[in-house]
């Protein structure tokens, strides 16, 4: 296990439920990047569709432009919801545990 390799070559003395806590911890952080680079993504992407509609950019867009920043704003929406769930999750574990060791 983790705690115990950790002992043998640090002499850290490293509970098991703290492990699991830094593991919930680290996967809660992965999600809420995932949320930040969706939403990052979504603006990007309204922000290329706004401006293929506008007069400055229809002389240098053409419709499969509109077309892919569609399909990726489609694609970000789904990164955001995936990583909400792994948010809902990663808190749902940290309940328990607190609730156990509680």
């Known amino acids: 296990m983790v705690t ?7 002499g ?9 806590v830094m593991t919930v911890n680290s996967v809660l952080q992965s999600g809420l ?8 993504g979504v603006e990007r992407s ?9 007069v400055d950019g229809a002389a240098g ?5 509109i077309v892919e920043s569609i399909v990726d704003l489609k694609l970000y929406e789904r990164s955001i ?7 809902r999750t990663a808190d749902e574990v940290l309940g328990s545990l607190l609730d156990t060791m509680a």
């Not at 990047?33 to 990052?40: C, D």
């Not at 309204?46 to 506008?54: F, P, Y």
């Not at 919801?81 to 948010?87: G, I, P, W």
Request: hydrophobic residues 45%; proline residues 0%; negative net charge.
């Open 61 to 65: 867009s053409n419709s499969n432009d």
């Open 33 to 40: 990047q995932g949320v930040q680079r969706g939403i990052e």
């Open 4 to 10: 115990d390799v950790l002992a043998m070559l640090f």
């Open 46 to 54: 309204a922000t290329d569709i706004v401006r293929s509609g506008t």
């Open 12 to 20: 850290l003395a490293i509970d098991r439920k703290q492990v699991v």
């Open 81 to 87: 919801e995936a990583s909400a769930q792994v948010v």
